[in-house]
């Protein structure tokens, strides 16, 4: 079966500018969640929707949002991007219940995203 | 912070031989726990999850976790040179989605 599905795969933007990044998850996979990858910080949680709703959310500034469409695909957005930004962008989209138990992700290959 | 420590490496062990990759986490309530491999310039796969207190085996790998001591192992028997990678351990609660990730030991699996 068709796995996580981001795009697009790379992304140069200026700083000041906004971006959206898109995640199309597993079919039957109703939790997406976003991390962002950096060498010195390693994975960090940005936020999970599940049917719609942002279920949980990490320490990030409000300049990044997310939303989940009714086919469960995801975007986020970065508005007013710094350098700070530029990162490794993760999908991941899980068979989480309604619950909320978590029986692990599976991965997109990533947005690499460089402001400059 | 809750946090998910792990020994950043690299962590350098002969073909054939046993990896054993550790990780300790501070928040009680965890009570999922993941371990994914990353090779370079690649995405995180998960390996495999362990939520009960012993030992959890699959192929070459096994899952070892101690609540008690909020400990979390992974071994990996007859290592192979493709087996060189990060690995991340992540720790959740039960009744959110949010995983909290290691910063990874980098293993090297020399011939």
């Known amino acids: 079966k068709a796995g996580v599905t981001q795009t697009p795969r790379y992304l140069i933007k200026t700083r000041g500018q906004q971006v959206t990044l898109s995640c199309s998850p597993i079919s039957g996979h109703r939790s997406v969640s976003w991390y962002q990858q950096t060498p010195g910080q390693g994975l960090q949680f940005l936020f999970e929707?599940?049917?719609?709703?942002?279920?949980n959310k990490g320490n990030f500034p409000g300049r990044f949002s997310g939303r989940q469409f009714s086919n469960s695909r995801s975007e986020m957005n970065v508005s007013t991007l710094e350098l700070g930004d530029s990162a490794l962008y993760l999908c991941?989209?899980?068979?989480?219940?309604?619950?909320?138990?978590?029986?692990?992700?599976?991965f997109g290959s990533g947005t690499r995203l460089t402001v400059v | 912070q809750k946090e998910v420590e792990q020994n950043s490496g690299p962590l350098s062990v002969p073909e054939g031989a046993i990896a054993s990759l550790n990780c300790t986490y501070s928040d009680r309530g965890s009570q999922s726990f993941f371990w994914y491999r990353q090779y370079s310039g690649k995405s995180p796969e998960l390996i495999m999850f362990?939520?009960?207190?012993g030992d959890k085996e699959d192929g070459r790998f096994t899952a070892q976790l101690n609540k008690a001591s909020q400990y979390v192992s992974l071994l990996i028997r007859d290592s192979q040179p493709s087996d060189s990678a990060t690995y991340l351990c992540?720790?959740?609660?039960?009744?959110?989605?949010?995983?909290?990730f290691g910063t990874g030991t980098r293993l090297q699996v020399t011939l």
């Open positions: 929707y599940f049917s719609e709703t942002q279920r």
């Open positions: 991941a989209s899980s068979l989480a219940s309604g619950t909320g138990v978590n029986y692990g992700y599976t």
């Open positions: 992540a720790a959740g609660t039960g009744t959110a989605s949010k995983l909290t």
């Open positions: 362990i939520y009960s207190n």
